[in-house]
């Protein structure tokens, strides 16, 4: 299976260029997924038969204040990626986030209605998902993953998430890209338990000082935990 890698210098492509070393991955240089024509250029000349498109505006500060890149980057970036998918005759494997659901309550299983959305980045993130929709063959993913190492001095305790480090949600990313033609067209959550930021930060930085989201600058869901119980079955089932 050939297998194309759009953000391949990111956090989460950086990990799976080193876990599935044969992967496809233009610089950003060489695909810019902003540009329709030039991504339907390389994706006639790679001819993959999987897609995985990590790239992201994922700076969610930042998306308040450069709305149009975010979403140039976010939702035209995957729309451009759909369309060529759908020449290619690909499948296309879509990296989203527990952004997308509005925190109120956690532990969101795929068949909830994400929702209602908390900030601009949450928005592109949406409406990405139903960008993404229009490729005939798709597996939506939505995971959520920091650096190897907590980068902030401070670390919110009433901020709940399933997310965790790179190094460790990556291999199993991997795991759905190896089997992605395997897995049909749904939504997929992959992420680990329940736990404050506050908790995950203290796992590789004992020092990490607590704090609450009422000192974040943007606007933060509570608890956009995912419940990851489908993939697990489904690791089962293909016995990996």
Same mark, same amino acid.
């Given at each position: &299976?050939?297998?194309?890698?759009?953000?391949?210098?990111?956090?989460?492509?950086?990990?799976?260029?080193?876990?599935? *070393?044969?992967?496809?991955? *233009?610089?950003?240089?060489?695909?810019?997924?902003?540009?329709?024509?030039?991504?339907?250029?390389?994706?006639?000349?790679?001819?993959?038969?999987?897609?995985?498109?990590?790239?992201?505006?994922?700076?969610?500060?930042?998306?308040?204040?450069?709305?149009?890149?975010?979403? %140039?980057?976010?939702?035209?970036?995957?729309?451009? &990626?759909?369309?060529?998918?759908?020449?290619?005759?690909?499948?296309?494997?879509?990296?989203?986030?527990?952004?997308?659901?509005?925190?109120?309550?956690?532990?969101?299983?795929?068949?909830?209605?994400?929702?209602?959305?908390?900030?601009?980045?949450?928005?592109?993130?949406?409406?990405?998902?139903?960008?993404?929709?229009?490729?005939?063959?798709?597996?939506?993913?939505?995971?959520?993953?920091?650096?190897?190492?907590?980068?902030?001095?401070?670390?919110?305790?009433?901020?709940?998430?399933?997310?965790?480090?790179?190094?460790?949600?990556?291999?199993?990313? %991997?795991?759905?890209?190896?089997?992605?033609?395997?897995?049909?067209?749904?939504?997929?959550?992959?992420?680990?338990?329940?736990?404050?930021?506050?908790?995950?930060?203290?796992?590789?930085?004992?020092?990490?000082?607590?704090?609450?989201?009422?000192?974040?600058?943007?606007?933060?869901?509570?608890?956009?935990?995912?419940?990851?119980?489908?993939?697990?079955?489904?690791?089962?089932?293909?016995?990996?």
């Amino acid at each position: &299976m050939k297998i194309l890698l759009t953000g391949g210098n990111g956090r989460l492509g950086t990990e799976l260029r080193g876990l599935i *070393p044969e992967i496809v991955a *233009p610089a950003s240089s060489e695909l810019d997924i902003t540009d329709p024509e030039g991504v339907l250029e390389v994706i006639r000349r790679e001819r993959p038969e999987l897609i995985v498109h990590a790239a992201a505006y994922t700076d969610v500060g930042g998306a308040e204040k450069d709305r149009e890149r975010c979403w %140039a980057v976010n939702v035209e970036g995957t729309r451009n &990626m759909a369309r060529a998918a759908n020449e290619a005759g690909a499948k296309l494997l879509h990296v989203s986030t527990d952004y997308v659901f509005g925190g109120e309550r956690g532990n969101y299983r795929e068949s909830d209605t994400p929702g209602p959305v908390v900030n601009y980045y949450s928005l592109t993130k949406l409406v990405a998902e139903e960008a993404a929709r229009s490729a005939v063959r798709r597996l939506i993913v939505r995971t959520s993953f920091r650096p190897r190492e907590f980068a902030y001095p401070v670390a919110f305790s009433d901020v709940f998430t399933s997310q965790d480090y790179v190094d460790i949600i990556a291999p199993q990313i %991997a795991l759905v890209v190896r089997h992605a033609l395997e897995i049909g067209n749904e939504v997929l959550h992959v992420a680990t338990e329940r736990k404050s930021v506050y908790e995950l930060a203290r796992r590789r930085k004992p020092d990490v000082q607590e704090g609450t989201k009422a000192s974040a600058t943007v606007r933060l869901p509570g608890d956009v935990s995912l419940d990851s119980s489908r993939w697990h079955a489904l690791r089962n089932e293909l016995a990996l």
